[in-house]
């Protein structure tokens, strides 16, 4: 197997895939998280990407299929997705999702997982393959599933997964750009126009640089989120920009702020979504304590969800909470207030009354004063006060801790459920 475009890469992975099942063998995985959002998908398509394009892999011809963790069908509730993946010359049809794998166990012999953007393997997946995990990239807080043995193992705080990602692969990345670029590394792929090898090579990387740097700059909001940035952020851009300028094709017009604007733009238009797909876009669970727990991400005030259904906003959130079992259900809306700063908003309601009401309660006297929880305006979920009836336990507030994402909330309602 020869070097190539990450789009080419993705054909190829998903043939291995089908021909392992067909033939019950052996398939090495990497995987993000359930939420899917662009930092764990890109962290897959660029992993999987570079370890299957090491020389030694190439000519076992041993691939590390990258999988979207979603079906197929919620693919186009990301438009953000299909905007960058349109920079690395990728429809998001050609991703290998959750339908691909089929009806669980999938059908192989033996199976490894790398988990990227998330350090323990939830729902029906984790069910048949915790104990096949083998590798991690995260930059949550170590849930501590993932063996000591595992390799790679990295669980450190960063702004975005992407930038651990980036800075592990490097040396990898490094050594198949200097060999890529001798006479035959094309074999005739065509890539716009391109003619040399060189060239096609840095067109390639620096479409891969692209992938992951989108994600990044989305994660820190164009590198100013100064709370979530770090020093692995710093050096992950450094480098994927240096990927990205070397390339006769892609670095000429390369302009960072337009780059994020486009994404981020992108992101933020939600106006052909329904309720519905607005809260399942982003969206994670956990259960604990014999309790479970979903957070929505939106990048939109509540009032804007709100007008996105014409009769009983607060049973339509209801309803998406009891289709997935909760007991407890929150919205984290993160976006820019009128005033230009950036702001978050957290709903929280409990389903039932009793156990999760009390853990809604804990998780208040425990978490208020560290994410500086204001209290909101409930009209703004409840058109009559008798709507309030419907849940045991909600509020709504204005977190003035801006820097507290779920990747901090969510711990803290876990552990007041435990």
């Known amino acids: 197997m020869s070097r190539m475009s990450v789009r080419t890469f993705l054909v190829i992975a998903k043939k291995q895939l089908q021909q392992a099942i067909k033939n019950n063998g052996h398939a090495s995985f990497v995987i993000g998280n359930e939420s899917a959002d662009l930092d764990s998908i890109t962290c897959a398509l660029v992993y999987g990407y570079l370890q299957s394009s090491k020389p030694e892999a190439r000519r076992a011809n041993n691939v590390v299929i990258p999988v979207t963790n979603i079906p197929a069908s919620d693919?186009?509730?990301?438009?953000?997705?299909?905007?960058?993946?349109?920079?690395a010359g990728i429809r998001p049809s050609e991703l290998i999702t959750l339908d691909d794998l089929g009806k669980?166990?999938?059908?192989l012999s033996s199976t490894s997982w790398t988990l990227v953007d998330h350090n323990a393997l939830q729902g029906p997946l984790g069910k048949h393959y915790s104990n096949s995990v083998t590798g991690v990239i995260d930059h949550h807080d170590d849930e501590k599933k993932v063996?000591?043995?595992?390799?790679?193992?990295?669980i450190e705080k960063t702004g975005s997964c992407s930038s651990h990602v980036t800075n592990y692969c490097r040396e990898t990345w490094d050594s198949i750009a200097s060999s890529s670029s001798s006479v035959g590394a094309a074999l005739g792929q065509s890539s716009?126009?391109?003619?040399?090898?060189?060239?096609?090579?840095s067109t390639w990387d620096a479409q891969v640089a692209k992938l992951a740097l989108g994600s990044i700059l989305i994660d820190t909001y164009n590198m100013t989120a100064e709370s979530k940035i770090t020093d692995h952020d710093r050096r992950a851009v450094r480098y994927?920009?240096?990927?990205?300028?070397?390339?006769?094709?892609?670095?000429?017009?390369y302009d960072r702020k337009a780059f994020f604007d486009e994404i981020n733009t992108a992101k933020s238009n939600l106006d052909a979504l329904?309720?519905?797909?607005?809260?399942?876009?982003?969206?994670k669970q956990w259960s604990e304590g014999g309790l479970t727990v979903g957070i929505s991400s939106?990048?939109?005030?509540?009032?804007?969800?709100?007008?996105?259904?014409?009769?009983?906003?607060?049973?339509s959130l209801v309803d998406f909470a009891k289709e997935r079992k909760l007991q407890l259900f929150a919205v984290m809306t993160a976006y820019t207030a009128d005033s230009g700063e950036f702001a978050r908003q957290l709903l929280l309601l409990s389903v039932d009354s009793g156990k999760s009401s009390d853990a809604a309660q804990r998780f208040v006297q425990t978490s208020k004063e560290e994410l500086q929880l204001e209290d909101g305006k409930l009209e703004s979920i409840s058109a009559a006060a008798e709507d309030a009836e419907k849940v045991p336990w909600m509020r709504l507030w204005e977190q003035k801790n801006v820097g507290a994402s779920r990747k901090r909330v969510g711990p803290l309602l876990r552990e007041a459920m435990r």
Do not use: C, M, W
């Open 75 to 87: 693919l186009p509730l990301r438009p953000e997705l299909t905007a960058l993946l349109n920079h």
């Open 104 to 107: 669980l166990p999938v059908p």
């Open 147 to 154: 063996p000591s043995s595992a390799e790679p193992r990295i």
């Open 192 to 201: 716009d126009g391109v003619v040399d090898d060189t060239a096609y090579t």
């Open 240 to 253: 994927l920009e240096a990927r990205i300028n070397a390339s006769p094709k892609l670095g000429k017009d």
């Open 274 to 283: 329904s309720l519905d797909d607005i809260l399942r876009k982003d969206y």
């Open 298 to 315: 939106v990048v939109k005030p509540v009032k804007y969800l709100k007008e996105k259904v014409e009769d009983d906003f607060l049973q």
